[in-house]
């Protein structure tokens, strides 16, 4: 089991900057990769960034030169810099990662944008 806990949502105005770290913790052996996911209200989940073994990093085309996923293996953390947020941003931001093809969630964040 792999434990992810998530820190760094609040509120922002438009055009500022958050922070988000995800820890993993637990059975971390193998994990394949780590990304972050965001829900906004009536909205499906959807993929913002992810990094996989390897160093290969994707980005949603909706926040591409704006945010940054970066991880730290040596503890086990991974982030994501965002920046020139937007009130579209405004959404719960869900840490992810797979291992052995199993799929583990932290408990959410949220991420308000508004002046």
């Known amino acids: 089991q792999v434990q992810l806990v998530e820190s760094g949502g609040g509120l922002v105005q438009p055009g500022g900057s958050l922070r988000l770290s995800c820890a993993a913790s637990?059975?971390?052996?193998?994990?394949?990769?780590m990304g972050w996911y965001r829900q906004a209200p009536g909205k499906q989940r959807e993929l913002v960034a992810g990094?996989?073994?390897?160093?290969?990093?994707n980005y949603a085309d909706s926040v591409k030169g704006r945010f940054t996923i970066s991880r730290d293996n040596a503890k086990n953390t991974v982030y994501l810099q965002m920046n020139s947020l937007r009130p579209e941003d405004t959404a719960v931001y869900y840490c992810?990662?797979?291992?052995?093809?199993?799929?583990?969630w932290g408990q959410g964040t949220q991420v308000t944008v508004s002046s």
């Open positions: 992810n990662c797979v291992q052995w093809g199993t799929n583990y």
């Open positions: 990094i996989i073994n390897g160093g290969s990093i």
């Open positions: 637990g059975s971390i052996f193998r994990i394949s990769a």
